[in-house]
């Protein structure tokens, strides 16, 4: 969604990028990038934190294995949205903002409430709205190849390009340790989360490039069959090509490296990350979470 006022936009003008919290990179992986982060809520014991700013992954998981209350979640207001577009018309650029799949989250109606706003007020900004139809790592490549791009100085024009060509190609597959906790979030039938408790099953759940929702791929009924099928899906979809690796983790860290480990001596690598699931995913979830994002060159 284009959202731009009627003067013919300057190719010298600078482009910076917007995202959800829900990308689960930290401030050092995002280095120097011109990629801000705008956090979602987390309501933890009737106490609301800002997704990853001052609610860490690791407090919040420890909380959660003290048996605290279950977090709830929800969208950025439109004001945060707001004062990112802000700072970036401050400093001259216009605005690429990704969000977290529209059918996963309200996200995307809340940027687009503060875009019809921001346009009211600062017409001279030109903002693309973008709905990744994705989440967590794969949503956080997407921003990646988009804030490198602008980095390099290229227009909005030339950056929303390769963000959509990144989003149509970028997969997510995800290892859960349980249903557990999808099924407290009403996400799953309460016999599902039982039979899969009963069967030690280990789901295997996936987001297809485009698609915006999650699929159950497999049932397998140990994590070494599940994080088989996970390199599987890599080696079918990536069709021998080079790719953008991000492996992410709730609670689970060692269980990352080790899987980055295998990815890297079966597959020719271009971009390596580990990073942990934020909180307002591991909400939903629970921890042993395991999954990857990846894309193949093009």
Not at 21 to 42: D, H, N
Not at 107 to 112: E, L, Q, S, V
Not at 179 to 203: C, D, E, F, T, Y
Request: negative net charge; contains cysteine.
């Amino acid at each position: 969604m284009r959202f731009q006022n009627e003067r013919e936009v300057s190719n010298n003008r600078r482009t910076s990028v917007v995202v959800d919290s829900t990308i689960s990179l930290s401030r050092e992986q995002i280095g120097e990038l011109p990629l801000t982060v705008v956090p979602l809520q987390v309501v933890l014991d009737g106490q609301t934190y800002q997704d990853g700013v001052d609610l860490s992954p690791d407090e919040f998981y420890r909380r959660q294995a003290a048996g605290h209350s279950m977090a709830q979640t929800s969208a950025p207001s439109p004001a945060s949205f707001q004062e990112a577009f802000g700072n970036a018309a401050d400093a001259g650029s216009d605005v690429l903002c990704i969000t977290v799949s529209s059918q996963l989250s309200a996200t995307y109606d809340a940027a687009r409430t503060a875009v019809e706003l921001t346009q009211e007020s600062v017409p001279s900004q030109s903002i693309h709205l973008m709905d990744s139809k994705t989440a967590g790592g794969a949503e956080a490549l997407v921003a990646l190849a988009a804030a490198r791009a602008a980095q390099e100085g290229k227009p909005l024009d030339e950056v929303v390009p390769i963000a959509t060509q990144t989003a149509n190609r970028v997969y997510f597959v995800g290892v859960l340790e349980s249903l557990k906790h999808l099924q407290r979030g009403g996400r799953v039938p309460r016999i599902a989360s039982w039979a899969a408790s009963l069967l030690n099953i280990k789901p295997v759940l996936a987001i297809w490039p485009g698609e915006g929702e999650v699929r159950m791929l497999a049932r397998p009924r140990s994590k070494p069959r599940a994080i088989e099928r996970v390199l599987n899906v890599i080696e079918q979809e990536a069709g021998g090509k080079p790719v953008h690796v991000i492996v992410m983790h709730a609670v689970a860290p060692e269980e990352a490296i080790v899987l980055l480990d295998r990815i890297q001596e079966r597959f020719t690598c271009v971009e390596t990350l580990t990073t942990a699931f934020t909180p307002v995913i591991g909400a939903h979830t629970g921890p042993g979470l395991l999954g990857v994002a990846f894309y193949a060159e093009e």
